[in-house]
Structures are given as C-alpha cells and as structure tokens.
C-alpha cells in the first residue's frame, strides 16, 4: 500500500455550551481533520491541538506546520503506509505528538478500512460497550454547576468530572456532595496547582472522589509523588504522562494510581497501546481521557477504550454533550446503563458527513508526492 495523498483541513465547531478549565473559558473548538488515501480508501483522523497553547505546548498552527513541512514529506519520501511504521519513523522528530497522532490515526482508519476490519480488531479491543462520563467545566455559579449536572445524570452518565482551580474547589465539591451524596465523581485541575497548596489539596480527601487529576504541571511528577503518599483520594495523571517511559516513572515514583489516556497526548495509539500494556501488567487501571473531539476523533477513542484495562468510565460522552450537529451520521448517543456501542463497521465504523465538515472547515490543503 502506498499513500498516494493526503489532505489536511482546520475546521471549527461552535459548542452548546461553554467550557471553562483551569486556562480559561472557550466557546468553540479549531481542529485539524487529517485524511490519508491508498486505492481508493480513506482513513480519517484528528488533532487535538487547541488554538492556543494552554493545555499542552503545541497549538492547531504548530500542527500544521510540523505535518506540512516534516511529517508528510517523511510519509511520502520513505513510502511509509503501515501506521506503526509511521510512529516509529516519527520518533525522530521531537515532541509534536499531537500532530504525529493525527496522521498516525489517519493511517490506522486507512489500514482498518483496507482489510474490512474495525479499528479495535487490530489494537486488541474487547469491549463491544464503554462506560461513559461526563467532563464539566467550571461555571458562574455553583448553583448553575448543580443544575447541570443534574441533567447530565438525567440522561444517564455513569459518572461526573469536574474541572477545579484555586477558589472553585472544596466549595464545589461541597455543593455537588449535599444535593448528590452517593454519584461517582472526580475532579480536574489541569495543573492549576502547586507543592505549596498540598495541606488545601488534602481537603479533597473529604468527598469520597475516584480520584484527582493531575493538581500540579505537566513536568511535575515529582510534587505528585509527594502529594499521593499523603493522600488518600487516588492521583490520577494526563498531561504528565508523555509516552511509556514517562507512565513509567511516573508509576516507579508512586506518582500516580490510575492514568488518562489520550492518543493525542502521547503521540498516537501505538504508544497509547504501550502505556495501556505497562499499567496492566503493573495492575494499574487506566481509562480514557478526551479533548472535546468531533465524533470523528471520539470514534476513534471508542476503539480505544474497547481495550481490556480501561477500568473507569472515560470522559467519552454523546455527540450532543459537545455539538449542535457533529460531523458524523449517526451521531454517537449514550445507551442504557450509561455506556456507549463501540462501532462495528470497518475502520472508526463512523461516515463523516461532507456538507457539515464543508461548513465548518477554515483553510484546506492537498498534498501529494
Ligand atoms: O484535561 O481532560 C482534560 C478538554 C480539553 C482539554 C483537556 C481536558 C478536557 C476535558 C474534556 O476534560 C473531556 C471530553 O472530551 O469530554
Ligand atoms: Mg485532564
């Protein structure tokens, strides 16, 4: 098989609702679309790099930049066609994960369309439903945070992340626990803390959480290690944990007790796959993080979390908790008992729809050899 073009699009989708982090509060999603095409096939994929660079360092520019000008000559100059090919080929260049995820996910599409299988036969998928959370940003009030999530258990969502930060914390937890003492809940800092807030972080202890994402930055795992041997609740860690070697030292130094995995993050799924290995055989449980993707590249995490130690609800919702109209028919929609099907048909087993993707998209390039 050989790629004979590749196409990449910035399109951007409006959300329902706001959603506000630790960063700031955003009203609309810019992503890069990656398509990779052989004999008549085409594999889709997404990077998940934001506008700016507040969650990680990359930005949606930053990715087309590295794709345009390094890792699509590579695909084309070395004939590279396998996606384990492509991420290994693509460790030569440092950092940029997001932007080698979306081709490298692209190429998977592309190799599960091509031998008529879903994308979760070739990673060794098991699931044929996940359970599925909810992530809720911060609101204006506690109030207005209650109410939502409220309908958010309404429609049946196995569990409830929160976003925290310094002044939108304890209180909130305190607020949800009064009307809602028994719901699976969790909280997320995206590094909006530090070693100095340890005693304050501690508070947290008192909720009953599954576990507290990453209270501390990216490169911090460290602080973390001495955060988790006072802490009751378990630490969970996403930004710091980079590729295998990191989950790694990160697990030796008792840094963490349950990872988020995110394909983006680390670099692609075959890294994803690496990591999701090492905490299984560790006995750590992993689950599956998101970055407020279209359904194009939450099918793709579907797949993902088919696989055997994805042990909690993953921050994988309906099309309609994020879009007024997603970029894929049908649309991804929550089950009975909280759980998403993990598509059948081959591939992500999910049909982009050209006149929506049309209508979102900003800027379009062609490449070819
Ligand atoms: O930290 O998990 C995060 C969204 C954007 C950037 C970082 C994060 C998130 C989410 C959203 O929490 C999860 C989702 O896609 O539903
Ligand atoms: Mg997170």
């Given at each position: 098989?050989?790629?004979?073009?590749?196409?990449?699009?910035i399109?951007?989708?409006?959300?329902?609702?706001?959603?506000?982090?630790?960063?700031?509060?955003?009203?609309?999603?810019t992503?890069i679309?990656?398509?990779?095409?052989?004999?008549?096939?085409?594999?889709?994929?997404?990077?998940?790099a934001?506008e700016?660079?507040?969650?990680?360092?990359e930005t949606t520019r930053t990715a087309w930049h590295i794709?345009?000008?390094?890792?699509?000559?590579?695909?084309?100059?070395?004939?590279?066609?396998?996606?384990?090919?492509?991420?290994?080929?693509?460790?030569?260049?440092?950092?940029?994960?997001?932007?080698?995820?979306?081709?490298?996910?692209?190429?998977?599409?592309?190799?599960?369309?091509?031998?008529?299988?879903?994308?979760?036969?070739?990673?060794?998928?098991?699931?044929?439903?996940?359970?599925?959370?909810?992530?809720?940003?911060?609101?204006?009030?506690?109030?207005?945070?209650?109410?939502?999530?409220?309908?958010?258990?309404?429609?049946?969502?196995?569990?409830?992340?929160?976003?925290?930060?310094?002044?939108?914390?304890?209180?909130?937890?305190?607020?949800?626990?009064?009307?809602?003492?028994?719901?699976?809940?969790?909280?997320?800092?995206?590094?909006?803390?530090?070693?100095?807030?340890?005693?304050?972080?501690?508070?947290?202890?008192?909720?009953?959480?599954?576990?507290?994402?990453?209270?501390?930055?990216?490169?911090?795992?460290?602080?973390?290690?001495?955060?988790?041997?006072?802490?009751?609740?378990?630490?969970?860690?996403?930004?710091?944990?980079?590729?295998?070697?990191?989950?790694?030292?990160?697990?030796?130094?008792?840094?963490?007790?349950?990872?988020?995995?995110?394909?983006?993050?680390?670099?692609?799924?075959?890294?994803?796959?690496?990591?999701?290995?090492?905490?299984?055989?560790?006995?750590?449980?992993?689950?599956?993080?998101?970055?407020?993707?279209?359904?194009?590249?939450?099918?793709?995490?579907?797949?993902?979390?088919?696989?055997?130690?994805?042990?909690?609800?993953?921050?994988?919702?309906?099309?309609?908790?994020?879009?007024?109209?997603?970029?894929?028919?049908?649309?991804?929609?929550?089950?009975?008992?909280?759980?998403?099907?993990?598509?059948?048909?081959?591939?992500?087993?999910?049909?982009?729809?050209?006149?929506?993707?049309?209508?979102?998209?900003?800027?379009?390039?062609?490449?070819?050899?």
């Open positions: 098989m050989t790629i004979e073009r590749i196409d990449l699009e399109l951007r989708l409006p959300y329902v609702h706001f959603f506000e982090t630790s960063f700031g509060r955003s009203y609309d999603r992503f679309l990656v398509r990779a095409y052989a004999g008549g096939v085409c594999g889709f994929g997404e990077v998940v934001e700016a660079p507040l969650y990680s360092s794709l345009q000008d390094f890792l699509i000559p590579m695909v084309f100059k070395e004939g590279i066609a396998d996606p384990e090919e492509f991420a290994r080929a693509a460790k030569k260049f440092r950092g940029h994960a997001m932007a080698k995820a979306g081709l490298e996910l692209a190429l998977w599409d592309l190799k599960a369309k091509t031998e008529g299988v879903p994308l979760n036969k070739l990673w060794g998928g098991v699931k044929a439903e996940i359970a599925a959370g909810v992530s809720c940003g911060i609101e204006d009030s506690f109030e207005d945070l209650v109410d939502r999530i409220g309908s958010y258990l309404a429609e049946g969502y196995q569990r409830i992340k929160i976003k925290i930060k310094p002044g939108w914390d304890v209180e909130a937890c305190a607020a949800i626990r009064r009307k809602y003492p028994d719901i699976a809940l969790q909280v997320d800092a995206n590094g909006a803390y530090a070693p100095a807030d340890i005693p304050h972080l501690k508070k947290l202890d008192d909720f009953g959480l599954i576990m507290v994402e990453q209270p501390f930055p990216p490169y911090d795992i460290w602080d973390h290690a001495k955060l988790q041997r006072d802490m009751a609740t378990p630490l969970c860690l996403d930004e710091s944990i980079l590729s295998e070697t990191t989950a790694r030292q990160a697990l030796e130094m008792g840094s963490c007790r349950i990872v988020n995995i995110k394909v983006g993050r680390v670099s692609g799924p075959a890294e994803a796959k690496k990591i999701h290995d090492l905490c299984q055989a560790q006995g750590v449980p992993v689950w599956c993080g998101g970055m407020l993707e279209s359904g194009i590249g939450r099918a793709h995490n579907l797949h993902l979390a088919s696989l055997p130690n994805f042990k909690f609800p993953n921050d994988l919702s309906a099309s309609n908790r994020y879009w007024k109209r997603d970029l894929i028919d049908p649309e991804i929609v929550l089950e009975k008992g909280g759980v998403i099907r993990v598509p059948t048909a081959p591939g992500i087993g999910v049909n982009p729809v050209e006149d929506r993707i049309r209508e979102a998209t900003v800027l379009r390039e062609t490449f070819t050899p």
